[in-house]
């Protein structure tokens, strides 16, 4: 018997932003914010991060790598989509 394992987290954005009609653009970017957001953190699970790692990253975004202030809107979005 073949068990089904449950959708991978970013099939399950897709499958969210799709089923809220959000446009296509909306959902490649919070795809690749999601996918940041868990690279920058060595690949952990969202479900196991915190708020202290959601303000590093936003703090990293803004210090380091110095994006706008439209894109810091943007990954702070997907954050709270997520």
Excluded: C
Excluded at 64 to 78: I, P
């Amino acid at each position: 018997m073949e068990q089904k394992h449950p959708p991978k987290l970013l099939d399950q954005v897709r499958t969210r932003i799709r089923y809220l009609h959000l446009s296509s653009s909306t959902e490649q970017a919070y795809v690749y914010w999601v996918r940041r957001f868990i690279f920058s953190k060595g690949k952990q699970h969202p479900k196991i991060m915190g708020g202290d790692e959601i303000e590093r990253f936003l703090n990293y975004l803004a210090t380091e790598l110095q994006v706008s202030a439209s894109t810091q809107n943007q990954s702070m979005n997907t954050i709270v989509f997520l």
